[in-house]
Nanobody
Framework: QVQLVESGGGLVQPGGSLRLSCVSS????????MGWFRQAPGKQRELVAV???????NYADSVKGRFTISRDNAKNAVYLQMNSLNAEDTAVYYC?????????????WGKGTLVTVSS
């Protein structure tokens, strides 16, 4: 059984930084991607950043240039460095991972960690 556990959320002032961490408690075989989603109050969940096997990454336009995603495959971990935070970044951030086998894809989700950007 795989569980994704996030940490690093909290309250930060506008312009500040936070680093989110997510560690898998189990092994995900044939991993395809790991990343982060977020859901702000009253809004739909959206993709923030994804890191694919091989090192390629994809970012939402709203965070491009401010956020950096990274992975540590040996530790089954994914991180999100968030800089220049603003109020629009306030959301619950969810860790995400996808494993692919011949039987299909399996998506894993963390429980979420709240990031609040406020003065």
């Amino acid at each position: 059984q795989v569980q994704l556990v996030e940490s690093g959320g909290g309250l930060v002032q506008p312009g500040g930084s936070l680093r989110l961490s997510c560690v898998s408690s189990g092994i995900i075989f044939s991993i395809n991607r790991m990343g982060w989603f977020r859901q702000a109050p009253g809004k739909q969940r959206e993709l923030v950043a994804v890191a694919f096997n091989g090192g390629s990454t994809n970012y939402a336009d709203s965070v491009k240039g401010r956020f950096t995603i990274s992975r540590d495959n040996a530790k089954n971990a994914v991180y999100l460095q968030m800089n220049s935070l603003n109020a629009e970044d306030t959301a619950v951030y969810y860790c995400y991972a996808r494993g692919v086998t011949h039987r299909g894809a399996t998506d894993y989700w963390g429980k979420g960690t709240l990031v609040t950007v406020s003065s």
